[in-house]
């Protein structure tokens, strides 16, 4: 697609409850990131994937959180016994190399799954 | 201590303006800095980014690196109403960015018309 796709963008859970979030990167982008943003916060890194391989689970905050991109496309976030701490938007992103020593993968982010626990 | 630091604002300029948004960082090990627009209910879109120290100029959007005094700025010209967003710094210490990028709070910025 053109742009990378997420769903839900809403999604109202209650404490305990199992979540899965859905990213659609951008067709070809090799890597994937996803990201957490609290309300009034910058967004805070969650977990690398460069095609299926997890390469930095280092900011998942729990065991509860996994990730996972088995066929190196598409990924989901998912949040066991979800907690009102969980509340957030969950950003994807997906990236490119711009070429030349450099240059930097450039992210594109989605427009973010917004997570309410009540 | 965050390692990025970013005021939160809001700033309010009027239309027409030239506006500076700043970040300072801690981690000298960061080589690689971006800014990104945020509009509400929007994922960041990537605006600037720059490779070590210097300048780079991209239309109104003019990107500063200080890396000696770990600070990081971001000039707009001749503001616009649709210039109003949250403008996030972000910074990263790998090629490539596969440390995951550190980001600054974001600071609200308001274009008066």
């Known amino acids: 697609g053109a742009g990378v796709s997420q769903s839900p963008r809403y999604k109202v859970a209650k404490r305990g409850q199992d979540v899965a979030l859905r990213c659609d990167p951008i067709?070809?982008?090799?890597?994937l990131f996803w990201y957490q943003q609290a309300l009034g916060q910058g967004p805070e890194f969650l977990t690398y994937?460069?095609?299926?391989?997890?390469?930095?689970k280092s900011g998942l905050p729990s065991d509860r959180f996994f990730a996972e991109r088995p066929e190196g496309s598409v990924s989901t976030l998912k949040i066991q016994r979800t907690q009102q701490e969980d509340s957030a938007v969950y950003l994807c992103?997906?990236?490119?190399?711009?070429?030349?020593?450099?240059?930097?993968?450039?992210?594109?982010f989605g427009a973010g799954s917004r997570l309410t626990v009540l | 201590q965050k390692e990025v630091e970013q005021d939160p604002g809001p700033l309010s300029v009027p239309e027409g303006a030239i506006v500076s948004l700043n970040c300072t960082y801690s981690?000298?090990?960061?080589?690689?800095f971006m800014w990104y627009r945020q509009y509400s209910r929007k994922g960041p879109e990537l605006l600037m980014y720059?490779?070590?120290?210097g300048n780079k100029e991209d239309g109104r959007f003019t990107a500063q690196v200080d890396k000696s005094s770990k600070y990081i700025s971001l000039f707009i010209r001749d503001s616009q109403p649709s210039d109003s967003a949250t403008y996030l710094c972000?910074?990263?210490?790998?090629?490539?960015?596969?440390?995951?990028?550190?980001f600054g709070k974001g600071t609200h910025l308001i274009i008066q018309p």
């Open positions: 067709s070809g982008h090799v890597s």
């Open positions: 972000a910074m990263s210490a790998t090629y490539g960015g596969a440390d995951g990028l550190t």
């Open positions: 981690n000298s090990a960061f080589q690689y």
């Open positions: 720059t490779y070590s120290s």
């Open positions: 992103a997906s990236s490119f190399y711009t070429g030349g020593s450099s240059g930097a993968n450039v992210l594109t």
């Open positions: 994937f460069q095609n299926e391989a997890q390469l930095d």
